[in-house]
């Protein structure tokens, strides 16, 4: 079936741009964990109540310090060039999902899943 094959299509090249992306940053595993962190408590607050838009601001601060201590522990004097590097990743990342939220709606809009069955 063509719509499958056009999910399929649009599917891998949404995880090549990560794979891709993630190997040329190539972040160690403290650094996947804060960019997981940060993704957790994005901010897209602008839905959010101002308790919880307070505690992700927090959260995300914290985990911006943690990302401080461990380059200055590892003696790493300038770091702003990598730091850049993860925020980019996860700004690249956050829009790959956007791409791929916005291929779920034009399926739907094209009734392949109703289709399929």
Excluded at 51 to 65: D, G, H, P, V, W
């Amino acid at each position: 079936n063509a719509l499958f094959r056009e999910f399929r299509k649009n599917m891998k090249r949404t995880i090549n741009m990560s794979k891709g992306q993630f190997l040329t940053v190539k972040p160690s595993v403290d650094e996947f964990i804060a960019l997981f962190g940060l993704s957790i408590w994005n901010d897209y607050t602008s839905s959010l109540s101002p308790e919880l838009s307070e505690i992700a601001s927090k959260n995300r601060t914290m985990i911006m310090e943690e990302l401080h201590k461990l380059y200055k522990g590892k003696k790493v004097s300038d770091y702003a060039a990598r730091l850049g590097e993860l925020l980019c990743l996860l700004t690249n990342e956050e829009r790959i999902l956007d791409l791929t939220h916005e291929d779920i709606e034009l399926y739907r809009t094209m009734n392949i899943f109703n289709e399929a069955y």
